[in-house]
């Protein structure tokens, strides 16, 4: 079973549980994606309700994108979750997307190192 695709047909009803990794790979997937490394765990319920699918997803780890200040890579927390119930129209249930867009917006708006952190030499051009 490929990450984030279940297959209806192969769900027991009532609880089932899963645990993925978004990783690099996982990210390169996605077009204009910002991000340059990850490491996210995704767990995963899901409960089989017949014609719709109930998801609980939480999401924790690490993503790495380039600081907006200086460029050099930032590794920033991950830590959200969503709720959702899909009525899904074909055999399978993609959850790709949705684990993209959730881990995307948990992001903070401006992505910069912490007071010091930044690359100095870059800074010092910045600075002039």
């Known amino acids: 079973?490929?990450?984030f695709i279940?297959?209806?047909?192969?769900?027991?009803a009532g609880a089932n549980h899963f645990e993925w990794v978004a990783d690099d790979e996982f990210f390169a997937g996605f077009e204009n994606s910002e991000v340059l490394g990850a490491s996210v765990k995704a767990d995963v319920k899901m409960a089989n309700r017949g014609a719709t699918v109930e998801v609980e997803c939480a999401l924790t780890g690490s993503v790495t994108?380039?600081?907006?200040?200086?460029?050099e890579?930032?590794?920033?927390p991950v830590d959200t979750?969503?709720?959702?119930?899909?009525?899904?129209?074909?055999?399978e249930?993609?959850?790709?997307?949705?684990?993209?867009?959730?881990?995307?917006?948990s992001l903070?708006?401006?992505?910069?190192?912490?007071?010091?952190?930044?690359?100095?030499?870059?800074?010092?051009?910045?600075?002039?």
Request: glycine content about 4%.
């Open 6 to 12: 279940v297959k209806l047909n192969d769900l027991k």
């Open 65 to 71: 994108v380039p600081c907006d200040r200086c460029l």
């Open 81 to 91: 979750s969503f709720e959702e119930t899909y009525a899904p129209e074909s055999d």
């Open 108 to 128: 903070p708006m401006q992505r910069v190192h912490e007071e010091g952190g930044c690359n100095e030499d870059t800074i010092k051009y910045i600075s002039k």
């Open 73 to 76: 890579d930032l590794e920033l």
């Open 1 to 3: 079973m490929q990450p």
């Open 93 to 105: 249930l993609d959850l790709s997307q949705d684990v993209y867009d959730f881990v995307m917006i």
